[in-house]
């Protein structure tokens, strides 16, 4: 089945700076997310981005379908920041195929 | 967006017993949800792919009579973790969307620790 790899698997960031995560397909895949794991559990839902680029305030990502990863971008890092990230492409159907995650921590 | 609410978010029970999971998509109706299951520091797996009216499809390696599903309706997937043991313990998250291809909501997840 389709494999999903993320980039870097932790990161420690200083508050206001910038970072990037990646994330890698081994397959096409239909459509894909990317989720941000807050320390409750709840995954909430960044960007569902097929293609191309979105920005929603100091977060933005971009997905290059052809060849087969995603990007996303925080600025200006903030404490509340702080959590695991996780990008999931879709398969043939519903299946969403998580990655592992990047365990992101913004000290003050 | 839309939204997607589990019960109960967390549950304690005695080995032995079962415990029921609802989740319910409150705004659409949802003929398939899946289920996952998160152990700590790690990813979600998915488990099984709930299907309304019909059966539900399980993952390689997931025991169907541990983990039984129904899908009642358009708005409800229950999971029932029968005779739950301490190595069942775990985060269950369920999720669902409108339709094929289309963005994903999830619920709130629901820990369970089984003593």
């Known amino acids: 089945g389709i494999q999903v790899e993320q980039s870097p698997p932790d990161l420690i960031l200083q508050e206001g700076a910038n970072s990037t995560l990646r994330c890698n397909f081994s397959?096409?895949?239909?459509?894909l997310q990317w989720f941000h794991q807050n320390p409750w559990g709840q995954l909430i839902n960044l960007f569902y981005?097929?293609?191309g680029t979105k920005q929603n305030g100091r977060l933005s990502a971009t997905t290059v379908a052809t060849e087969r990863y995603s990007l996303l971008y925080i600025s200006s890092s903030q404490t509340t920041d702080s959590g695991v990230y996780f990008c999931?492409?879709?398969?043939?159907?519903?299946?969403?195929?998580f990655g592992a995650g990047t365990r992101l921590f913004v000290k003050a | 967006g839309a939204v997607v609410s589990q019960h109960p978010s967390w549950v304690i029970c005695k080995s032995g017993t079962s415990v029921k999971i609802e989740c319910r998509s409150l705004?659409?109706?949802?003929?398939?949800m899946f289920w996952y299951r998160q152990f700590p520091k790690q990813s979600l797996m998915l488990m099984a792919t709930?299907?309304?009216?019909?059966?539900?499809?399980?993952e390689q390696g997931v025991e169907k009579d541990k983990f039984l599903i129904n899908h009642a309706s358009l708005t409800l997937s229950t999971l029932t973790v029968t005779s739950a043991h301490p190595e069942d313990s775990s985060f269950y998250i369920c999720?669902?969307?409108?339709?094929?291809?289309?963005?994903?909501?999830f619920g709130q997840g629901t820990r369970l620790t089984v003593v």
């Open positions: 999720s669902a969307s409108r339709g094929l291809n289309t963005e994903a909501f």
């Open positions: 397959d096409s895949v239909n459509n």
């Open positions: 709930s299907n309304e009216g019909s059966k539900a499809t399980y």
């Open positions: 981005i097929p293609s």
């Open positions: 999931a492409g879709y398969t043939g159907g519903f299946k969403t195929i």
């Open positions: 705004d659409f109706q949802a003929t398939t």
